[in-house]
């Protein structure tokens, strides 16, 4: 067989489109998730003696997966695991559940509480302490309960209605 331009793009082709016919990339995808899922380098309780878990359910999707969460020190979140006991997930745990450890730490996250200040809609904010921010939303919330308002406030978390949330 010669293989000129003409074959070589026939078995390019042909190869490209034969190989989602065969188990192999599959297999090969689920021996990764299994291989990275028992990296060795992820703390042990057993080594580390600050190391602690705590049960929490998952409000990133509607799913309401429940987590193990492993923290050090019983503050800092270490990793998030899947629940066993739990009915939704069995122990198992989505990418994005898992990688929730991440969120409380990325650098687009609020630290503290913020106030705006000039135009509205100019955004800009004033970094306030935790103190403050209670008084002055407890003195907004108590002038529109005196003026029969209380009804008019609205509590948006972002959080969208699922199973977890109901």
């Known amino acids: 067989m ?3 331009r003409r074959a070589f793009i026939s078995l390019v082709v ?4 034969g190989i989602h016919f065969t188990p192999l990339p599959w297999k090969l995808m689920d ?3 299994i291989w990275t899922q028992n990296w060795p380098w992820v703390p042990k309780s057993s080594r580390y003696p600050g ?3 705590a049960g929490a359910v ?3 999707c509607p799913g309401g997966c429940g987590l193990r969460v492993r923290m050090v020190n019983e503050k800092n979140t270490v990793k998030v695991e899947g629940d066993p006991a739990a009915p939704v ?3 198992k745990t989505c990418p994005v559940g898992a990688a929730g450890a991440q969120y409380q730490y ?4 609020f630290q503290t509480p913020l106030k705006t200040f000039g135009a509205r809609g100019s955004g800009a904010y004033l970094k306030i302490d935790w103190a403050d921010a209670f008084k002055e939303l407890g003195g907004k919330l108590k002038e529109l ?4 308002l209380a009804h008019s406030v609205v509590w948006i978390s972002g959080r969208r209605p699922g199973p977890a949330q109901d």
């Open 2 to 4: 010669k293989l000129n």
């Open 14 to 17: 042909g190869g490209a489109a």
């Open 31 to 33: 021996d990764s998730s």
């Open 51 to 53: 190391v602690s878990y």
């Open 58 to 60: 998952c409000n990133l």
């Open 89 to 91: 997930n069995m122990g």
């Open 106 to 109: 990325h650098t687009a996250r």
């Open 145 to 148: 309960r005196e003026k029969g």
